[in-house]
């Protein structure tokens, strides 16, 4: 299989991406790779398999690459005897935060009739905001951690106990999270936020709280991962986090008990069909007194927790050959036909 | 200045799409207008101003018109000679239903850095899924008609009295809707629904219930159209909404005391900023013992409900000078810097 791996993007997390889409190239060992790089300024280049490394894009060496136009169908490279189509199979979207998680890849691959891996517009929309996941969980009947949002605009009011932890609503990799021991400390975490976001959800910050991830997704039958008991301090930082990214490496399934395990991967399907369907994603969960709360939604986890599962490779095939069909809409101009022909009779 | 109207689309309402577009050649009279139609096979073309009709699509003649392309920056077109900008201030996005109405247009309009009047992705999907718009009122303490939710396959069991009302959640026009007065009414009404969406959302059909329509935008200012009471019958079929898509003379204002007026201004107000900046949407109300409730949002009302406005042209060209920014994201590749320094090191 031919699989297109778009990456980079407007977005704060960019360099990430490229460290994630670099990674793919160790753990994709069979199939063949089409880069494809959105640069800072949302333009496509076809990047060279071969020469893809951290350098080419932090020294700006990518815009040597051929340019590429996305149009119905594909991508296409324009020269001097037309336009030709660049071959691949499917598209794996691993653009991280704005662009890849906010659902506007997903309207471009869906609007141009691209096959593609990812959330599709309205899965993005839900998880890219923190605070319309919550809405979402709500939905189905899956608890979350308890939470107030506050607007840049609003009074800077809240009702919770100290400590607690402030979350940009639309950002992933802990761009812009503070956690807030004392009311002293309030207004800067708030400043910090709302230097990213118009918006912020605030929860209470659970010391030691027992975390655990599960990333999956359904093909002809469900594909879960290992339950993974991430090791973390107090929370990661952007550098940490993102040092974690280049992960190809599996590591070892959380050692808990079967039932909370299942009940873990219950709640991770409750969440994923049918909403992400055509998606890999990955849930972080909370577990408090034995109850499995949904802390976020990781659309395009970082290097697509491919250490999470034995056979990830082949899961991303099987995937790419199970993508939700686009419901079929025919135009027959019946309405126009019959407006007209009563403006003949008027 | 010259406003684009983006039209047509793959959607169950493309025609009606081409009739409201039509009707803003009466409307916007001091303007110049560019016609970007989107074919059903998601196509551009740009159509003459001069010669628009129902006809030119309806027989299929618009393919004689220029093909158009979107590239950063705006939609070209492609000829011997190289590429060519076509030359607008701002796209109204004019497309109901599928693509102009679920985030997808947006998307579109947002990556490409195309000044453009319509609600963005998020306020796209928000709206354009009556579940999640149910979800979107309650966090904004906004009142609704209580519902019960059923996706296709689940078991066809609601606990609300009869009659009710099953509206398919993705779609507008009262396409799928129908109005359920006993039991055995029920499986059809659902095999309707599910003919056009994978979910449906099931409310209390009330009898002569009171509606009021508000439509408006945030400019530099508040600007608010009249409250209309709708005239219509147990509901307006498809046909009847569709005539009523080409209106184009102002309609008298709904004759209310001041203080529902304002309860419904108010409570248009919390829906739409900031979520609903850069357009122009219409809200639909039901009131009930003097409650105002959100019925829908109307993200893309047809012909832009521009009856309801006395500056309607005026009201779009402010519009247009007052559209969101999107954030600035500057990408410096620090973090690929440093992990380079740290692998030089180690």
Not at 153 to 169: A, G, Q, W
Request: charged residues 25%; negative net charge; hydrophobic residues 40%.
């Amino acid at each position: 299989m031919n699989i297109a791996i778009l990456f980079g993007g407007s977005s704060f997390e960019h360099e990430i991406s490229i460290v994630s889409a670099i990674t793919m190239k160790k753990v994709l060992k069979k199939s063949t790779i089409t880069y494809i790089f959105v640069d800072a300024n949302r333009e496509f280049y076809l990047i060279d398999t071969e020469k893809i490394n951290s350098k080419l894009f932090s020294s700006g060496e990518y815009k040597k690459s051929k340019q590429l136009i996305l149009k119905k169908g594909g991508f296409f490279t324009e020269g001097m005897f037309g336009s030709k189509q660049v071959s691949f199979n499917v598209v794996l979207n691993l653009i991280h935060g704005r662009d890849g998680e906010d659902g506007k890849i997903a309207s471009l691959m869906a609007f141009y009739g691209i096959p593609f891996i990812s959330p599709r517009t309205e899965a993005s929309v839900l998880s890219y905001n923190k605070l319309y996941t919550k809405f979402l969980a709500e939905s189905l009947g899956v608890k979350t951690v308890a939470y107030e949002h506050l607007s840049k605009n609003d009074e800077r009011k809240i009702s919770m106990d100290f400590p607690i932890i402030i979350k940009p609503v639309r950002l992933g990799s802990s761009i812009g999270v503070s956690i807030v021991k004392e009311a002293s400390e309030l207004d800067y975490a708030l400043d910090v936020a709302f230097e990213f976001d118009t918006d912020v959800i605030i929860e209470p910050f659970i010391e030691g709280v027992k975390e655990y991830n599960q990333a999956g997704c359904l093909t002809d039958a469900w594909e879960l991962s290992i339950v993974e008991e991430p090791h973390k301090e107090a929370f990661l930082d952007f550098e940490k986090k993102y040092m974690d990214f280049a992960r190809d490496s599996q590591v070892l399934a959380a050692d808990i008990a079967d039932d909370l395990k299942e009940k873990i991967q219950e709640t991770f399907k409750k969440i994923y069909d049918p909403l992400f369907r055509g998606s890999m994603i990955r849930c972080d969960f909370f577990v408090v007194d034995g109850e499995v709360m949904l802390n976020e939604i990781n659309p395009i986890p970082g290097s697509m927790a491919n250490y999470l599962f034995d056979d990830f490779e082949g899961m991303i095939i099987r995937l790419a050959k199970h993508l939700p069909k686009e419901q079929k809409i025919t135009v027959d101009y019946q309405y126009i036909h019959s407006i007209q022909q009563a403006k003949g009779k008027a």
